[in-house]
């Protein structure tokens, strides 16, 4: 492959996680995608936020969930990806770093009230709060991938060491219990789909929820899909095979941030393509459905919380390999076994934060407001 070809696929592969992004963006902006809203409606679930919604962000997301799995399964089982080599899909992993990275995520996007995806959709809309957790999430990423927090990313990384020799639930279920292949599909891809569905569907909160919610859901979980197949077929270079990705933000808006500063002798991958996407889709919807409005901090405590809570997501997005997005949507829907203790933690830092809170506080506070 010449220098002028390569050239080329690196720019399609850059304007294919663009208008990855920018889809992303929309529709999470259109449909107020959060799981950490999903998280306080369910421990509170009649606070007022919970009932002016319509549809629960919980099921929302799971819905998003169901729709990713069945169509990421799909594509690897049509030969149209393969699984093995996404960035999910470890064959060894720490799984105490994976807990304590997906806690100190889920405490931290508790505090910012909103973890790096939905930071990136309310900046677009205005929310000054917003950039502040961003900056200081893609500082401690930085550092904990290549700085001064390096050490302590091995060292946490060290502890609880496991080899899988399967590293997805489907192989683990075919290779590893003896099941026939059908009956390896129908129970590691076919049941979570099924028990996520009735979760989000049967429930009739998500039945009188908003067009935008419903049509949002399907959106986000398809373009989980497109990810993973926009990277194993577009811009491709045989000589340089890199692994699967798709939707995911620490890693990527730390990349953004740096190549801001240090353009000069790098290459932009698809990653922070997806960041500035999200960014120009999400502000598209805002202005579109004018509610872009300029945020600010009503206090200093506000101001601490959001850079307190931006810093603990990057040390922990790093940690986790991920974020709601990163892994709660795109590892889960590989079904990669190192994805579930990195999710576990997110939910358990959240959910723990949010009852200390309540405590604290004897209420729930309100998620920035989109």
């Known amino acids: 492959m010449d220098a002028s070809s390569s050239s080329s696929s690196v720019s399609t592969l850059l304007w294919a996680g663009f208008a990855l992004g920018c889809t992303f ?4 902006r259109a449909s107020r995608f959060c799981l950490l809203r999903g998280l306080r409606e ?3 679930p009649t606070a007022p ?21 069945l169509a990421t399964q799909w594509l690897a089982h049509a030969g149209q990806i393969d699984l093995g080599s996404a960035q999910p899909v470890r064959g060894n992993i720490s799984v105490v770093g994976m807990l304590v990275g997906g806690l100190l995520f889920g405490i931290g996007m508790t505090l910012a009230r909103a973890c790096g995806a939905r930071a990136l959709v309310l900046l677009a809309g205005g929310n000054l709060r917003a950039l502040i957790t961003l900056l200081c999430m893609a500082i401690a990423a930085q550092a904990t991938l290549t700085g001064v927090l390096f050490p302590v990313r091995q060292w946490l990384q060290g502890f609880g060491l496991v080899t899988l020799p399967h590293a997805t639930l489907p192989t683990l279920l075919q290779q590893g219990a003896g099941l026939p292949g059908m009956v390896a599909l129908i129970v ?28 949002g859901a399907v959106v986000i979980g398809a373009l989980v899909a497109a990810g993973w197949w926009i990277t194993g077929h577009v811009g491709i270079d045989p ?13 990527p808006v730390a990349e953004a941030v740096l190549y801001l500063q240090v353009a000069v002798g790098r290459t932009l991958n698809i990653g922070p393509a997806i960041v500035v996407g999200t960014l120009c889709g999400a ?51 590989t079904l990669a076994i ?18 200390i809170q309540s405590t604290i506080f004897h209420t729930q506070p309100e998620g920035l407001p989109a």
């Open 188 to 215: 590691g891809v076919g049941l979570p789909v099924a028990a996520l569905l009735a979760y989000a569907l049967w429930q009739p909160a998500l039945r009188r929820g908003s067009a935008a919610q419903w049509i």
């Open 49 to 69: 936020q919970a009932r002016r919604h319509g549809a629960p962000a919980l099921q929302t997301f799971a819905l998003a969930l169901a729709v990713a799995l």
């Open 239 to 251: 000589f340089e095979p890199v692994p699967l990705t798709s939707l995911s933000f620490v890693g």
């Open 338 to 355: 190192a994805s579930i203790p990195a999710v576990i933690g997110i939910a358990a830092g959240a959910v723990l934060t949010i009852q």
């Open 283 to 333: 502000a598209a919807m805002a202005l579109a459905t004018r509610t872009a409005r300029w945020e600010g901090f009503d206090s200093p405590a506000r101001f601490a919380a959001s850079a307190i809570g931006g810093l603990l997501m990057g040390l922990g997005g790093v940690l986790a390999v991920g974020c709601t997005i990163g892994q709660g949507l795109s590892g889960l829907s």
């Open 25 to 28: 963006g929309a529709a999470a």
């Open 42 to 44: 369910w421990l509170t």
